[in-house]
């Protein structure tokens, strides 16, 4: 795993050496910088030579200029190495999403995705950054500092030494500490931030049942909670934050008194007491860094291992390695003998065989949950058949590719999702490449033009998220539009009209049959009088496919549609 992480490096192999060398030259000039003082001190002070004091003085501060600019170049190359392999890995992780199969989405859940694309990618980005230079620099600091002090003299280097577990046990528990209080406090924002989306995009049912001071009162609580935690984190911090500068400034009052007391003895020089107290911060200071690196590499690797769980899951839909590509089917379509399950135990359609003829329009209906969607979704290869075949113009669609395959088939829903955008955006969903006047042509076919002009903005209208702004029958009117300008050879109509009132669903209707003119068309309806013109119906049950005929055949025959149909035509009728 730790090799597949630092695969993500490769690109960006430049950034990386160019920050880790800076980097290392920082940490050499600090572990030098007490040295020059010592040096300053014990040779030049008594030499008493001012214009050489000056000029190691000028010399000494170009060394900080440079480690200086050298800091910055740390700070931010670090940072952009590490933003880079993150947005490198949001965008192999978002085309992954995107290619997934339907199965994967049904058993997915959105927020899981979601938290792994902004989450886990934060921390492993912060990982990438610090893990591998910072654990470099923290052992080298130390480990120098440590044998320069012992060269200077080892009685002080090893009283310093002793206190070293002694932080090192400091810092991590307040470490542990810090981070429990800051994961609650991650819990209570997104509580938080729960009850926000819910009240604002809900805010319509909240108003209608007048329940506004209910939502407040929810949410005074929730961010009640949240500042408690935060309060709590912030304390933690502080007592960090103290506690860490009092045994440090401990320590180092330690090295002076006894280090004064080696001086006055004549075993330290009075440079090498300075130098001494300095390092004793050298040393210090990567203990800080170690043990956040002690809780960012779990923290880090986690969410990397999440990440490649999901990267590394194979869309059950593949594309065979000779997939043939297929441009202007004609639209025959056949069931030969398929079985078809989402799960193993429950299975779902057995021995289906029918066929449609290219330009025909075969409606299915049957109760609710029979499989009519499910046949349906099988053509298109969103999901594949557990047995027999499915053959469009004779060939298998699992021998297409995928993509050619779903460029031939247009499909009307229920429910319609559009995005958030203009009205032009939306139907040129269905061409990305589609000129104005195809726009124009595709509105003006689905009918959609006169609503289009009442818009106050015409074409470039928003029609707000989830195309809110529009009523139902005019969402369903810019769907048909779109596929109007797909212009696929192959139509499946599901329930298009079924959420819509008699009257609209009438006038939809009109632009329906347009659409499937001259077009394979398979229709599920649930109100019949929309299937009186097809040219034939296909009853299916959780038996299968009972009847097939055409809708005066089959009232004749007096079977299941026939009982159907008096069912619906005598409600209607009362
Ligand atoms: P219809 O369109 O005829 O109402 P469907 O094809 O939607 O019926 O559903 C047929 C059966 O398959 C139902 O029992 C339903 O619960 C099940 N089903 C539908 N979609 C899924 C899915 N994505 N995952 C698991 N089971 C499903
Ligand atoms: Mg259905």
Redesign the pocket.
Known sequence: MIRKFFSYYKPHKRLFMIDFFSAIIVAALELVFPIAVQRFVDDLLKSGNWDLIVTVSILLLAVYLLSTFLQYVVSYLGHKLGINIETDMREELFTHVQRQS?GFF?NTKTGHIMSRITNDLFDIGELAHHGPEDAFIAVMTFTGAFWIMFFINPTLALIALIMVPLLIALVTYCNIAMNRAWRNMYGKIADVNARVEDAVSGVRVVQSFTNEEFEINRFQKDNGLFRKAKLVAYRVMAWTHSSIYMMTRLLTLLVLVVGSYLTINGDLTHGELISFVLYTNVLIKPIDKISALLELYPKGMAGFKRFQDLIEEQPDIQDKPDAQPVNELKGHVQFQDVDFS??RYKS?LKHINFEVEPGETVAFV?P????????CSLIPRFYDVDKGSIMIDKMDVSDMTKHSLRSQIGIVQQDVFLFTGTVRENIAYGKKDATEAEIRDAAKRAHLDEVIASLPQGYDTQIGERGLKLSGGQKQRLAIARVFLKNPPILILDEATSALDTQTERIIQKSLNDLAENRTTLV?AHRLATIRDADRVIV?TNEGIVEQGTYDELIEADGVFAKLHKIQFSLNGS
């Open positions: 339907f049904d989402y799960d779902v049957g609710s949950g029979a499989g009519k969607t499910t046949i599920i299916v």
